[in-house]
Each structure stands twice: as C-alpha cells, then as structure tokens.
C-alpha cells in the first residue's frame, strides 16, 4: 500500500504544480503593465454593445465579444454577482480579469474631479476587500490580496468606443482592485472560479459581492 500512496501522492504534487500561477503584478508583459491591462479591461467592457455586455452576460455567450490579440479578458458582473458561463478560449492566450474591482470616474465634463480624486474613490471600496478567492481545477490560489493593482496613470473609460457611438464623457478616470493575470491554459476543459466581497457599509457598492464561476473549453 505504500507505493501506492506514495505514486499517489506524486501524482497530486505534480499536478498541482502543472497549475498555471499568475504573473506577479509588477511584472510586465507583452510590453504592458497591469494597471494598463486593467485599464484595457475596462475600456474593453464599456465598448461592446449594451446585449452583448460582458458583465451582463448570464451564461458566457458572448465572451468572445470584443477580445484582440494574445490576452483573453474574462469579466465579472456589475454590482453584485453569482453567475456561471461557459466559454471557449483559443489556446495561447493568456487569461486576464479581476476578482473584485471598482472603477470611478468623471462622468460629465463640469464635474471637478482630478486624476487623485478618482483615483482615490477607486480605491475606497478595494481598502475593506475581504474573502477574496481564486480556484483553478479545484486548487486554491494562495494570498489573492497580493494581487491588487491601482492605476496610477488615469485613463479615458470610453477610448474604446466604436466608429458612430454616442459620445460619452469618461475622463479621467482610474481603477482599483485585485487582478490576475494568467498564462495559457493546456487544452481541454478547466474551471475556475474567482469572487470576494467588499464591507464599507452606506457605501455605494460598499456591500458589493462576486462568485464568478468559469467552465473554459481551451481549444
């Protein structure tokens, strides 16, 4: 029975250490930052077509919506949020999206609102993150509060509408919160599940909650 365990053992260690990690957030890839992934991100949710949002989206229908180049965004919902998708990722690319986030911006050109200030009601909300988990195929990524990333430079919310959308106001504004950054998957069916909560009570979305759950067809 002990070769057994032992074999079985092995078997379990190397399977968790074939597990993908996440990318440190002060590394670099692809010539970006995470802060101007996580901007990116934004600008790439605020783009798409109101039935075709990725945050809204119930079922992962929609999860190719938008998405360019060697990173795959994969969003959570707005507000609070329980949803389950289903989504096919082409092989290669790496995963990106956040386990909770804020974003906070000037919303009309008469608001008085400066980078910092923006900045720091980003940031309001991710200073009380509690519960924060991330799970890929059953194994729990450790410490997900070491993965928070705020941007630093403020950006245009809105850069990324299309060609004839109705022009909306969205600078400066910023992002804050906890972002993860992974590198391709192997082929086949993984499942992954990310989510926390915030505990700033009378806050607008100061009592916000995800559990986000992901089945990835990687092909």
């Given amino acids: 029975m002990k070769p057994l365990f032992a074999l079985a053992l092995s078997l379990a260690c190397a399977a968790a250490q074939a597990s993908p990690q996440p990318l440190p957030v002060d590394s670099q890839w692809n010539g970006q930052t995470h802060a101007q992934r996580a901007a990116a991100w934004?600008?790439?949710?605020v783009a798409q077509p109101a039935h075709l949002d990725p945050l809204r989206d119930t079922t992962g229908a929609h999860c190719a919506q938008g998405q360019q180049g060697d990173l795959f965004f994969l969003a959570g919902g707005y507000g609070s949020s329980h949803i389950q998708r289903t989504c096919d990722v082409p092989a290669g690319k790496h995963l990106f999206f956040p386990v909770i986030n804020m974003?906070?911006?000037?919303?009309?050109?008469?608001?008085?609102?400066?980078?910092?200030?923006?900045?720091?009601?980003?940031a309001l909300n991710n200073d009380t993150a509690l519960e924060l988990f991330v799970e890929l195929d059953g194994q729990p990524l450790e410490n997900p509060a070491q993965y928070r990333v705020a941007t630093q430079d403020c950006f245009d919310l809105y850069a990324r509408l299309p060609a004839g959308a109705p022009k909306r106001?969205?600078?400066?504004a910023a992002t804050d919160g906890y972002w993860i950054l992974l590198p391709p998957l192997p082929a086949g069916t993984h499942n992954l599940k990310f989510g926390g909560r915030y505990n700033r009570p009378g806050a607008a979305y100061g009592k916000?909650?995800?559990?986000?759950?992901?089945?990835?067809?990687?092909?």
Avoid at 42 to 45: M, S
């Fill in 103 to 122: 974003v906070f911006w000037r919303a009309r050109p008469d608001m008085p609102l400066s980078c910092e200030q923006v900045r720091q009601g980003a």
């Fill in 169 to 172: 106001f969205g600078n400066p």
């Fill in 208 to 219: 916000t909650v995800q559990d986000i759950e992901y089945r990835l067809e990687v092909r």
């Fill in 42 to 45: 934004w600008q790439w949710a």
